[in-house]
C-alpha cells in the first residue's frame, strides 16, 4: 500500500503530456473513441500464453469500462521465452492486427478463454511448422474463416516477425522481464509480472481523475 500511495503522488506531480509521444501498440477503444488529449494511458506488455496476463485482463477491461474515454490502454505483446507458442500466438495478433485492429482484442480473449490449446505441453508433439497452422487454424475460426489464406500468409511475412520483435525489444528496453507489466502514463506500476485485481487499478486511477469528472464516471455508471 505504501508502495502504491508513493507511485500516485509520484505520477501527480509528473504528467507526461500523452501527445508528445504515443506508443506502438494495440489500442483499446471500448465502446468509445480514443482521446488521447483527455485520457490517462496505460500500457500493458502481455503473453498471450501466460496465466497471470491472462487473470490480468478481466479486472483490467472492467476498470477500462468503469472510467470510458477518461483512461486509454495500449497493449503490447511481449511473448516470454519459457512459454511455448508465445511468439506464435504474439505474432497471430500483429498479423490481424494488420488485417483487421477491431479484432485484434477479440482473438487475445480467445487465446486467453482457450489457453490451453497452446500452453507448453500442449503442442510438445507438434512440429512448429504444424503448430503455426494450428494458430493460423484457431486464428482465423476466431475472426472469420474467409482469413485463413492472409492469415497463414502473415506468418511468412517479414514485417510480422519485425513487428512481434519491436514489440519484445520495446518492453525490454522499458526494463519489462515478465508479463503482466503495467505502465501508467509513463509510469511502471508496482508488483510487475503480477495480475492487478480491480481494486488496485480503482486505487490507482481513482486519484489520477478530476473530482467533477470522478464524480460524472459514478453517476453515468450507476444508469449502466
Known amino acids: 500500500m505504501v508502495k502504491l500511495i508513493l507511485f500516485v503522488n509520484l505520477i501527480l506531480i509528473f504528467i507526461i503530456s500523452v501527445n508528445s509521444q504515443i506508443p506502438y501498440g ?39 469500462h468503469h472510467y470510458g474515454s477518461r483512461v486509454s490502454l495500449v497493449v503490447h505483446t511481449f511473448p516470454l521465452p519459457y512459454h511455448d507458442n508465445a511468439y506464435t500466438t504474439s505474432r497471430a495478433l500483429h498479423i490481424v492486427n494488420k488485417l483487421n485492429s477491431s479484432a485484434t482484442y477479440r482473438l487475445l480473449e480467445a487465446f486467453f478463454d482457450q489457453q490451453d490449446k497452446f500452453y507448453n505441453h500442449a503442442t510438445f508433439n507438434l512440429s512448429k511448422a ?89 453517476n453515468l455508471n450507476f444508469f449502466l
Do not use: H, M
Open 26 to 64: 494495440f489500442w483499446y477503444s471500448g465502446d468509445g473513441e480514443i482521446d488521447l488529449t483527455k485520457s490517462i494511458v496505460i500500457e500493458a506488455f502481455l503473453d498471450p500464453v501466460c496465466p497471470d496476463s491472462r487473470d490480468s485482463w478481466p479486472p483490467l477491461k472492467k476498470a477500462l
Open 130 to 218: 504444424s503448430v503455426v497452422d494450428e494458430v493460423a487454424k484457431f486464428t482465423s475460426n476466431e475472426i472469420g474463416n474467409s482469413n485463413y489464406a492472409a492469415i497463414k500468409a502473415g506468418f511468412s511475412d517479414p514485417k510480422t516477425d519485425q513487428a512481434t520483435r519491436i514489440s519484445f525489444k520495446y518492453g525490454c528496453k522499458k526494463g519489462v522481464y515478465g508479463a503482466p507489466f503495467f505502465f501508467v502514463n509513463g509510469f511502471l506500476l508496482p508488483d510487475g509480472g503480477s495480475p492487478l485485481d480491480y481494486k488496485t487499478w480503482r486505487d490507482v486511477l481513482d486519484p489520477l481523475i478530476p473530482p467533477e469528472e470522478q464524480s460524472r464516471t459514478e
